[in-house]
């Protein structure tokens, strides 16, 4: 199991870092990303200590960590600022908070997200069209998520991302412990969205080709 969007208590999550990687090595984790909330406020602070902690816990060799950020409910047009900074702090992979159905996003955040450079774009909601074309281009992954109430929109992201030919990931965007998930559960989550075998399979190998790129691997 790989996870590429998690939340520690760095941003709204519960637990230390070094304690969900350590959780999600028990349910069977062979690499996780922490990508905890940044926005102006925080991201000179939280990305960093990320940074810091991804290389002590990659040192163990138990589980690879990636140290990453979720831009979130940023003002669209500073979303492209906030992925640099993030890069160059030290960010291996980066996640844009997309215009999920369940939170106020500002509209404009997908478009911004994509052509800002982001790694992932988390719940994009009723994302356009276009937006699909533009991240097929761009190589930006779409999200499938686990996470209650942004999920309610996976049918509609994975069939337009499969019509379109966008590529898909799977993530759980956890907060709590019992957010973590089993491949069962990606499957089930994956296969509840509508995809076919084949296209679920594309999307677990997508994330795998994410962490082989980030470790050179």
Do not use: W
Request: contains cysteine; negative net charge; glycine residues 8%.
């Amino acid at each position: 199991m790989i996870d590429l969007h998690t939340h520690t208590l760095l941003s709204d999550g519960e637990l230390l870092p070094s304690e969900l990687v350590q959780r999600a090595c028990k349910v069977g984790y062979t690499a996780i990303a922490l990508t905890d909330h940044v926005d102006s406020s925080n991201i000179e602070r939280v990305v960093p200590e990320l940074v810091k902690v991804a290389e002590s816990l990659n040192k163990l060799g138990t589980i690879k960590v990636i140290p990453g950020a979720e831009v979130t409910h940023v003002p669209f047009k500073g979303i492209k600022e906030m992925v640099k900074i993030a890069r160059d702090l030290g960010a291996k992979l980066i996640v844009v908070h997309g215009e999920t159905i369940v939170e106020p996003v500002i509209p404009g955040t997908n478009r911004e997200g994509i052509e800002a450079g982001a790694d992932i774009l988390a719940h994009p909601g009723f994302i356009s069209e276009d937006d699909v074309r533009l991240a097929k281009e761009r190589g930006v992954h779409l999200e499938i998520t686990a996470r209650s109430g942004h999920s309610l929109t996976n049918g509609y992201v994975a069939k337009l991302a499969t019509k379109l030919g966008a590529k898909l990931v799977f993530s759980t965007d956890s907060h709590l412990v019992d957010n973590l998930a089993t491949d069962e559960k990606r499957e089930r989550v994956l296969y509840g969205a509508g995809l076919e075998k084949s296209e679920v399979q594309k999307a677990i190998l997508n994330v795998e080709e994410i962490v082989k790129r980030i470790f050179k691997i």
